[in-house]
């Protein structure tokens, strides 16, 4: 199986990249799931749609994870409590709306997706290792529960999705980290057989301040009275994720490979 997961979307530009650019990918590297973090997808870069979500979806994305940011539009909440396939951190609060992990099947095959969120620098929530491993007494790759685990780190530190990686290494398929919006070189197939990459960076115009405008950004960093609110950078978008083909009888990765298309990056597809 091929399966794909792409980082944060950022903004308008982000958006507008996936609905261009993922049906072509697709088609092309004969991908069988999508997932793809669409925390950062609304007009402001913080939160996402319910019309953006359909779009993902027309567009071929399987399943959206999330992060801190998932709350951040009106529209979240009711996503969440009426969308299997839209996932927030699964160690928020007990009472979050919505799940933070699902069982997806396609092509006759259980895809399990888990999207956790980090203690470090993020907002407060349940310890992100306690909920990994109650993850790991439930699901266990080929036991009829799960034949592909696919595994959305939305931390700050690296030394939380490296610690997490090793923790899920031989267990699932991949994990990689979002959060960070820059593309990490570090993408493998650990020891074990668990596809990594401690940051898959972001769908978003890469010209900017991980994502967003970067003349506001340095008025910010420079208190500069005359910058106002964040808000997401407009030029040409990269799409900006990794590909994983897993074995279909052990659910480990076989061959890892970056997606790195069009903006300013340089391309690697």
Not at 75 to 100: C, Q, T, V, W
Not at 115 to 127: A, I, Q, R, S, T
Not at 179 to 193: A, F, L, N
């Amino acid at each position: 199986m091929n399966i794909l997961i792409l980082g944060d979307v950022a903004g308008p530009a982000g958006v507008k990249a996936v609905k261009g650019k993922l049906p072509g990918i697709i088609n092309e590297k004969k991908i069988d799931f999508v997932v793809l973090n669409g925390e950062n997808a609304a007009d402001s870069g913080r939160g996402i749609t319910k019309k953006i979500f359909e779009d993902f979806l027309t567009a071929g994305v399987d399943v959206i994870t999330t992060g801190n940011h998932v709350w951040d539009h009106k529209d979240a909440e009711g996503i969440a409590s009426k969308n299997i396939n839209f996932l927030r951190p699964s160690n928020m609060p007990k009472d979050s709306p919505g799940k933070g992990e699902g069982i997806f099947i396609k092509n006759g095959k259980k895809f399990v997706v888990l999207n956790l969120m980090g203690n470090v620098f993020m907002k407060k929530c349940d310890d992100v290792f306690v909920a990994a491993k109650n993850f790991l007494e439930r699901f266990k790759l080929g036991n009829g529960k799960a034949d592909f685990i696919i595994v959305d780190m939305h931390a700050e530190t690296t030394s939380e999705k490296m610690a997490m990686g090793h923790l899920f290494d031989g267990k699932a398929t991949m994990v990689v980290g979002t959060h960070t919006h820059v593309p990490t070189s570090d993408y493998r197939i650990m020891e074990k057989g668990t596809a990594y990459q401690t940051d898959i960076g972001m769908c978003g115009d890469y010209n900017s301040v991980i994502g967003m405008n970067r003349d506001n950004s340095l008025k910010k960093f420079l208190k500069d009275s005359s910058a106002e609110n964040h808000h997401p950078a407009l030029g040409e978008a990269t799409i900006s994720g990794l590909l994983v083909l897993a074995d279909d009888k052990t659910g480990l990765a076989k061959k890892v490979q970056p997606i790195i298309l069009g903006g300013s990056l340089q391309e690697r597809i």
